[in-house]
T-cell receptor
Framework: GAGVSQSPRYKVAKRGQDVALRCDPI?????LFWYQQALGQGPEFLTY????????KSGLPSDRFFAERPEGSVSTLKIQRTQQEDSAVYLC?????????????FGPGTRLLVL | GNSVTQMEGPVTLSEEAFLTINCTYT??????LFWYVQYPGEGLQLLLK?????DKGSNKGFEATYRKETTSFHLEKGSVQVSDSAVYFC??????????FGTGTRLLVSP
């Protein structure tokens, strides 16, 4: 596709449920990022992949959060035993190559609401 | 640590008014600086960027100049339109493979 796509666009989960959020980056993009955006705030970094390697997961808030990109393209962010504080928009971004001036292209996000 | 501070919103302007949204940053090293825009119901889109001091990024009538001496990257537009109503995010990238964003500034333009 032409841009980064994410699914589902909206997800409602009961507290304690597991959820899986999918990201399809732009074809050929080496770098993939996940960000969390709370209501009224800027996005905050969660994790970074270069191809299939997860090189930085310093932003994951707890061990309930897990991300993978097994074949270096599609990525999944999984949240286990969801809590109300996990409610946010989860953004995926990709860039062609790693680099300080490289543009990150963002998907539309998945809005997660935990009840 | 690395951080970005943006002016509080909302910024409310009439069509054709001059726009300034302030952004200052704290960073180690020499960051690249970005402005992203989020239109209602849409994802973040890159508006403009600058990768070194004194560079000016520009796009769609918006401009921002990378000022190392004042650690600033203020966004300006000479004449705003209703269609510019959106949330604007200033961000920096220091080479640790992550963008650091400000909290965003909502712009509302009335006809």
């Amino acid at each position: 596709g032409a841009g980064v796509s994410q699914s589902p666009r909206y997800k409602v989960a009961k507290r304690g449920q597991d959820v899986a959020l999918r990201c399809d980056p732009i074809s050929g993009h080496v770098s993939l990022f996940w960000y969390q955006q709370a209501l009224g705030q800027g996005p905050e970094f969660l994790t970074y992949f270069q191809n299939e390697a997860q090189l930085d997961k310093s932003g994951l808030p707890s061990d309930r959060f897990f991300a993978e990109r097994p074949e270096g393209s599609v990525s999944t962010l999984k949240i286990q035993r969801t809590q109300q504080e996990d409610s946010a928009v989860y953004l995926c971004a990709s860039s062609l190559v790693p680099g300080i001036g490289e543009t990150q292209y963002f998907g539309p996000g998945t809005r997660l609401l935990v009840l | 640590g690395n951080s970005v501070t943006q002016m509080e919103g909302p910024v409310t302007l009439s069509e054709e008014a001059f726009l300034t949204i302030n952004c200052t940053y704290t960073a180690t090293g020499y960051p690249s600086l970005f402005w992203y825009v989020q239109y209602p119901g849409e994802g973040l889109q890159l508006l403009l960027k600058a990768t070194k001091a004194d560079d000016k990024g520009s796009n769609k009538g918006f401009e921002a100049t990378y000022r190392k001496e004042t650690t600033s990257f203020h966004l300006e537009k000479g004449s705003v339109q209703v269609s510019d109503s959106a949330v604007y995010f200033c961000a920096l990238y220091t080479g640790f493979q992550k963008l650091v964003f400000g909290t965003g500034t909502r712009l509302l333009v009335s006809p």
